[in-house]
Structure formats: C-alpha cells, structure tokens
C-alpha cells in the first residue's frame, strides 16, 4: 500500500485528480469507480477544471458508482445519482448513458446487485476506484463485519453511519437505512484504488487502515491485500499513523524517482 502524506486537503485532491488524469490521457476509454461524500468533491472540481482547461475529454469514459440508498430514486435531491450529476457529470462531456449507479428504486434489490457486477464485467472491469473512508472505517457501505471478499449486495447502514449523513436530510424527512453497495471484493478487483481521507475525524480509520490488522472490523484494511492501492491523507487524518516519517521518505524516494525516468 502506498501512503501519500500531504499538508493540506487541496493537495489530497490534486495529487488524487493526477491519478485519474493521467490514466485519461494514456486511455481515453477508461473505466472508473467512483464514490461520493464531502471527501471527493474537491477532486472532481480539480477533474472539471481540467476538463475546462481542455487538458482532458470524458467522453469515451465509463463510470460506476459504488453505492446507492436504497428506496430513494435517482431524482431524490439526496441520492447519489444526484450527487454525481450535479458535482460532476453535468460539468463535464461525459455520455450520461456511460455513468452507472445502483439503482436504488428497483424492484427486485437483489438482482439489481447481480446485474451491476455482470454490467462491470461486461466492460472489462474497474480501471481506477476512487474511495473516501467512513469515521469507522467504511468503504462504500461495506460497514464493519462486512466480508472481505463480499460483492454488490443490500446492506444495513450503522446508526453511525446514518448519524454522519444526518446531515444531508431535513428533520422531517425519510433517511434511508439500507443501501446497493459494491461489495469488498468488487472494490479489490478494480486495478488502482485510490482512497481520500482529510481531517482528524478520520485519523484512527486511517492508522487501522494503513497500520491495523487485516480485519472486517476496519473494511478499509482489506486495502493491504491489494497490489495497487494508494491511500492519500492529509497531515491531520495521518496523525496516528506510526511510520509516517517513513511513508514520507518513500514518497520522496518515488518522485526522485519519477522525475530521473521523466514521468510527471
Ligand atoms: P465523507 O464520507 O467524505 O463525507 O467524510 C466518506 C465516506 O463515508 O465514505
């Protein structure tokens, strides 16, 4: 796992929008994963001003999502559908028709789970899965005790979980408690994950992360099997990890590195 340490949240997202960045200038048709929350959202304005810029076309793009409510429709203000529409999608040149999100209206939850891993099968699997990290160590909706090697499935959101996006919802209003999430597994078969913390609420996921046991206690630790993943902080949520003078001097090792080879 590779650990990127940084001052601040603006570097967190620029470093992890030069990630998806670079793959679209190497591979116009790229398929990426990708996630909501507070935490991306920087980066896809950093992906939108690139877009602006005309550094970059998503129209080749295909794109997944990793989660949905379940029981909100793709116009409910607080799906994720929505979400991505309006941080992302509708600023950029991206077919519409080639962003995918489970569906959180359908009929049938459990065969909607089963066509959303044939759907990233049929288009050659994840390129790139970008992740945030939940207080308690969630990815997607994968919450604590969920599988390692789980799939795209319906899950129960923790009290804590529903706590933390509180937030987003009007007192009177229905908050959902279950959700379409791509499964632990799904997220280890895409080939670089590339996972976002900022701030100090999220110092002790990223030290069980980085540093803690490979346990579904922590879902994000899962992160150690894989063989491409980099995890980016900020100093304030890698405040409790205990190597990181040494994550430091391996990434400064890293650009020493790509800048004798030419690689930006
Ligand atoms: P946040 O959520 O970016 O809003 O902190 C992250 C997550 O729960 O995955």
């Known amino acids: 796992m590779q650990v990127v340490i940084l001052d601040n949240a603006d ?10 960045v670079r793959r679209l200038q190497r591979q116009p048709a790229s398929v990426f994963g990708l996630a ?16 602006e810029r005309g550094e970059v076309s998503f ?29 992302l999608f509708e600023h950029i040149d991206i077919n519409p028709g080639n962003t995918y999100v489970p569906p959180g209206n359908a009929s049938n939850p459990i065969s909607a789970c089963e066509e959303y891993e044939q759907l990233i099968e049929k288009h050659g699997g994840i390129d790139i899965q970008l992740l945030g990290i939940g207080r308690n160590g969630h990815i997607g909706f994968n919450e604590p005790s969920s599988g390692l090697r789980s799939r795209t499935r319906v899950k129960t959101l923790t009290p804590a979980t529903i706590d933390d996006n509180a937030r987003f919802f009007e007192d009177d209003e229905y908050q959902p408690h279950l959700s379409i999430t791509m499964g632990i597994g799904t997220i280890l078969d895409s080939r670089q994950v590339v996972l976002l ?12 992360t980085v540093e803690g046991p490979l346990s579904a206690a922590c879902p994000a630790s899962a992160l150690q099997m894989h063989t491409n993943a980099v995890v980016i902080v900020d100093e304030a949520a890698a405040a409790r990890l205990q190597h990181a003078d040494f994550y430091k001097h391996i990434e400064r090792e890293n650009q020493q590195l790509l800048a004798q080879l030419g690689i930006n």
């Open 59 to 87: 129209r080749d793009v295909t794109t997944f999502n990793l989660d949905e409510y379940l029981g909100l429709s793709g116009d409910h203000p607080q799906s994720y559908r929505h979400f991505m529409n309006q941080q």
């Open 36 to 51: 909501t929350g507070s935490t991306p959202v920087a980066l896809y304005q950093k992906l939108i001003q690139t877009y």
């Open 11 to 20: 570097a967190v997202a620029n470093y992890g929008a030069n990630i998806f």
């Open 197 to 208: 913390a900022t701030g100090s609420h999220k110092a002790d996921a990223i030290r069980d």
